[in-house]
């Protein structure tokens, strides 16, 4: 892991807006170029949340660890380069009709958002190296 949060960031995740998430997690997996899973024997783990399968993700390892416990003990946080993460991962979430989940803490969810949507958002910032969400 290239860079790590720092401790006032830690702390402030779990008191984050759905907003807040989504734009921590944009600013961040550009700072870093990774997105974190967990993985199972290679494959990402999915979680059914309200009825809707999604994909958890997270910007920092330190995260992707935490979650690993309870249901996911033992399961293994994987980066991806955000380059690998929006023209494939993101695709194949699009085409399995799942939702990305940004940053579940525990569990109560993260941020829900279409893979779509956050490719447009990805794609945005690639070309333009800047973004907010409220666009």
Avoid at 68 to 86: C, K
Wanted: charged share 25%; hydrophobic share 40%; proline share 8%.
């Amino acid at each position: 892991m290239r860079y790590q949060p720092h401790q006032d960031e830690i702390a402030a995740v779990p008191d984050m807006s759905d907003e807040e998430l989504l734009e921590y997690f944009l600013y961040r997996v550009f700072e870093t170029d990774e997105v974190w899973c967990l993985k199972d024997a290679g494959q990402p783990v999915l979680r059914d949340v309200a009825g809707r399968e999604t994909l958890p993700v997270w910007p920092y390892k330190i995260f992707a660890e935490a979650a690993a416990n309870g249901d996911w003990e033992g399961l293994q946080p994987v980066p991806e380069s955000v380059d690998y993460f929006t023209y494939q991962t993101l695709n194949r979430a699009a085409g399995q009709d799942v939702t990305l989940e940004i940053m579940p803490r525990g569990p109560a969810p993260g941020c829900l958002i279409a893979p779509e949507r956050l490719f447009g958002m990805l794609e945005n910032m690639m070309e333009s190296r800047d973004y907010t969400v409220g666009d």
